[in-house]
């Protein structure tokens, strides 16, 4: 029967696939071919001599769409062939398990008015609605900067820096845009499909923050100033001291930001939680901060002054002293000091030197002039300490025994289990045996799960600081020694703007 109404082709396919279902082996498919091509209206057409059995109406069911949509098509009998009644058709979607959905309108609609090779969707299931997570929103700057500002004339302000972000008591800190729960869904064989559960939002804070009855806002109990550590939230006020830091003041120990307008004298202490910001000269003190420590002029340290933050460290100069970063140093000069960073030593400015001393960062020092003419010693150390190189090794064979004694007390245990399975009767050293190899098993995974996740950060320490770099602004004297990693390269000569890395296993210069 050639379509009408818009209706489809013959599919020859879905044809060949019905004369096999009729058990007809042998037909002319060209010869069909060519009569579906004619397209004549009731044409009947001679296709095997081959004697069969009556062919009752037949019923094909797909399941798509994740399963949320059965299609069911039917099949004409043969012309004494039995028809599908509705208890057959509700038979054979029990036969494939569709249970779930089932649409029995399209059913009585089909058995009214039969239409044969239509899909029609015969059950349909409930998608799932999916829900949204809980979002914070923070109406504060979460990523205040402390970069300096680099002046025409190359020299670098060290006044104008963005470190702390101020807030008013009772300002707007943060809101919780709440979740919306998801709707599970079910699949025409009659599962549950189970909604992702999505996460809650509350927000996290230390003192000095109110939250509303609802939990929704936070807003700051002070006067101060606000950051963003991890996931929390901490405001804080602002210790001034309005002289300076001596024998009048003592040390100073302050959960949250230090301010001193004039200088901090030899021999004392400022410990702050939060940032350190000093308007006049260090000497030989000591200060040690959470946050940032930003110096307006800088250090003359006597050898005593020692620096260290969390954040980044940020002074005119470094003169004698000891400094340590969690984040980046950034100076406009250092003579004979020891300076570490986390992540970048920058000498800003021009006329910006480094000489003496040792300086170390995990990924970039820079400087316009590294050591002097008279060939002053100078080490810079850039990228991963050789001592963690050697342990991400040891780590690395160790993992590996791990695993192949797992593999071997596997082994052992399935053997033993096997002898179990076949009836015979262990020994009472191979009862105990199995057991040892069970508990050994057991401790050997937990280690192998600790060292797999030292690893993976060690790995992850180890690529991220692959492009460590020494950049020359302008020139690099005889005296200064380079260590990458665990390669050591020591300048015999005056270069000029050019960097240093890691080129394989050795220690190159190149341009800019």
Do not use: W
């Amino acid at each position: 029967y050639p379509e009408r109404d818009g209706g489809k082709k013959v599919d020859l396919k879905e044809f060949a696939e019905y004369l096999d279902y009729c058990k007809i082996p042998d037909y002319d498919l060209p010869q069909i071919q060519r009569e579906v091509a004619r397209n004549r209206c009731n044409g009947e057409v001679f296709i095997s001599s081959i004697k069969i059995n009556e062919v009752d109406e037949r019923m094909l069911i797909k399941v798509i769409d994740d399963k949320l949509l059965a299609i069911a098509r039917f099949y004409p009998p043969s012309m004494h062939g039995a028809m599908l009644t509705e208890n057959d058709i509700m038979a054979e979607l029990r036969k494939n398990k569709i249970t779930y959905g089932i649409e029995m309108k399209y059913i009585k609609a089909y058995l009214a008015g039969r239409q044969f090779c239509r899909d029609i969707p015969i059950a349909k299931g409930i998608p799932i609605v999916y829900g949204k997570d809980a979002q914070i929103v923070y109406h504060f700057n979460t990523n205040p900067t402390s970069k300096p500002k680099l002046l025409e004339d190359g020299s670098v302000d060290f006044h104008e820096l963005n470190i702390f972000t101020s807030v008013s008591r009772n300002e707007l800190l943060a809101e919780v845009i709440p979740d919306v729960p998801g709707k599970n869904g079910m699949d025409v064989f009659g599962n549950v499909l189970k909604a992702p559960a999505v996460k809650k939002g509350f927000i996290k804070h230390g003192k000095s923050v109110v939250i509303s009855e609802d939990g929704l806002k936070a807003y700051s109990e002070v006067n101060g100033d606000v950051r963003l550590e991890g996931d929390t939230i901490f405001v804080s006020d602002t210790y001034h001291v309005a002289a300076d830091v001596d024998a009048s003041t003592g040390d100073i120990r302050y959960d949250g930001n230090v301010t001193v307008t004039g200088n901090v004298r030899s021999g004392f202490r400022i410990e702050a939680s939060g940032e350190i910001e000093i308007n006049g000269a260090v000497e030989g003190a000591t200060l040690i901060a959470g946050g940032n420590i930003v110096l307006k002029r800088g250090v003359q340290g006597m050898h005593k002054a020692v620096l260290q933050a969390d954040g980044d460290i940020i002074s005119k100069f470094f003169e004698n002293c000891t400094v340590k970063a969690g984040n980046n140093i950034n100076t406009g000069s250092a003579l004979h000091s020891n300076l570490t960073a986390k992540e970048n030593v920058i000498i800003s400015g021009k006329k910006g030197f480094l000489i003496g001393g040792t300086t170390s960062a995990g990924s970039r020092i820079e400087a316009s002039v590294f050591g002097n003419r008279m060939n002053t010693t100078t080490t810079l150390k850039v990228g991963i300490e050789p001592d963690v190189l050697d342990h991400f090794k040891d780590l690395s064979v160790m993992i590996k025994e791990n695993q192949d004694k797992i593999i071997e007390l596997r082994q052992t245990m399935e053997a033993l289990l096997k002898k179990m399975k076949e009836g015979k009767k262990l020994l009472t050293s191979q009862v105990q045996l199995l057991k040892t190899a069970n508990d050994s098993i057991k401790e050997l995974e937990i280690a192998l799960e600790n060292e797999s996740e030292e690893y993976m950060l060690l790995k992850e320490e180890i690529e991220n600081h692959r492009g460590g770099k020494v950049i020359v602004g302008n020139k690099i004297y005889p005296g200064v020694a380079i260590h990458m990693s665990n390669r050591f390269y020591l300048v015999k000569e005056v270069q000029s703007l050019c960097q240093f890395m890691l080129d394989g296993v050795d220690i190159v210069s190149g341009p800019i």
